[in-house]
């Protein structure tokens, strides 16, 4: 299913470029048989309804592209009253998800489960809004939200993604549950590889968790989130084997949070630049760890950091009075010269002296200034009694 445009079918009979115009929009779709491309041409968008799930691809070889995914989340007052709990479930094999833009729902962006091969490549997850039933929200389930959730997936790749603006859990969460609820290890992620992403989420209490998980490639990524102490960062819990982590930027490394351990023979990495070190990871050769860009301080250390910029700014300001002054002395000290008028300089040249009648002297241009004429350059034209006819000389 592709969406339609003037290059397929301008030339068609009965083709009409009102079928291209706008956006093409459906309501909630989910594939119960395999083998299907849809493709939205980045003009076509699915909306979700009251506590559904927007996209659900529960069969195989499903290709989905460039569609916007609406959960079309509401609330008032505090409480859900319209949008979707789930914005994609994906439950199939050998799944195509890229391209898209998955935003606004009460719950998870993305939830993958019991599959292998899943490509999830290009896409954007965002405003997940963290309401369901723990904090009496809405009806959706718990309502922990996670960017993508990932459980038996096997022989995957998340790869060049941004999830961000994620209100609950984190941006990308391997669920823990196998031992306890589950089939055990059989059911671990495994041979996974997430390059390119970049995951941000400071809203979270870590941005992405790593547990229950074999043969993960963590590559190039960014993983940042707000320091709040030991969190902020990646958290790796237990039943994590054969990962490697190398070239990302992550704000930190937090084992102890799920109980995970620095195993070395099964935990390697290289560098990676990190915010922070909590002394949990253990650091390659060319690991480097950056300064803090926000530690925490107290109202009264970020008072006397700001000290020294308002001293600059007040010295900046003593300067620029300082600079004012001396041009204004200057200006009075070598004045600029000014051009009489040319009513002025005709009045002048007619002028006779008022004491020996005689004709005044003649200026071609009389050059004075405002600050610094001599005396004799304050010209007055005379009142109408004062005038005197002109005599030419020897007349």
């Known amino acids: 299913m592709l ?14 470029p009102a079928f291209s115009a706008g956006e093409a929009v459906f309501g909630e779709l989910r594939f119960a048989s395999g083998r299907y491309e849809f493709d939205g041409r980045d ?26 995914v609406d959960g079309a989340f509401a609330e008032r007052g505090g409480k859900h009253v319209g949008g979707a709990c789930t914005a994609m479930s994906i439950g199939g094999d050998d799944v195509v998800v890229a391209g898209n833009r998955i935003h606004d729902a009460a719950d998870d962006g993305v939830v993958a489960a019991g599959l292998v091969n899943l490509s999830f490549t290009g896409n954007v997850v965002h405003a ?18 996670d960017g993508l959730e990932l459980f038996a997936v096997k022989d995957s790749e998340i790869v060049g993604n941004m999830i ?20 055990g290890a059989s059911e671990y992620c495994e041979n996974l590889l997430l390059a390119n992403n970049i995951l941000y989420s400071p809203e979270t209490g870590f941005v992405a968790y790593i547990e229950d998980a074999r043969e993960v490639r963590v590559l190039n990524n960014v993983i940042w989130g707000l320091h709040q102490g030991a969190y902020g960062g990646l958290s790796i819990g237990v039943n994590v084997s054969d990962l490697d982590l190398y070239n990302n930027v992550v704000l930190s490394i937090n084992y102890t949070h799920i109980g995970g351990e620095y195993d070395p023979a099964e935990h390697r990495g290289d560098y990676n630049l990190f915010g922070y070190s909590l002394g949990q990871w253990q650091d390659g050769p060319h690991d480097l760890v950056a300064e803090d860009p926000d530690p925490p301080r107290s109202p009264a250390a970020r008072a006397r950091e700001r000290r020294p910029a308002r001293r600059r700014v007040r010295a900046r300001r003593r300067q620029s009075a300082r600079r004012r002054r001396l041009a204004r002395r200057r200006r009075h000290r070598h004045p600029r010269p000014r051009l009489l008028r040319p009513a002025a300089r005709r009045r002048a040249e007619h002028r006779r002296d008022r004491v020996t009648g005689a004709p005044a002297k003649r200026h071609a241009r009389v050059v004075a200034s405002r600050h610094d004429r ?12 004062d005038r005197r006819p002109l005599v030419r000389p020897g007349a």
């Open 3 to 16: 969406r339609a445009s003037a290059d397929d079918h301008g030339t068609d009979v009965g083709w009409d």
């Open 164 to 183: 961000y603006d994620v209100a609950s859990t984190a941006a990308v969460f391997f669920g823990n549950w196998a031992d306890e609820l589950g089939m």
């Open 374 to 385: 001599p005396a004799s350059h304050h010209l007055r034209v005379p009142r109408r009694a």
């Open 43 to 68: 003009a076509t968008r699915v909306v979700g309804g009251f506590e559904s799930t927007v996209v659900d691809i529960a069969a195989p070889a499903i290709h989905f592209m460039r569609s916007d």
């Open 128 to 145: 997940l809004h963290g309401c369901g039933t723990d904090g009496d929200c809405g009806p959706c389930y718990n309502g922990h939200s």
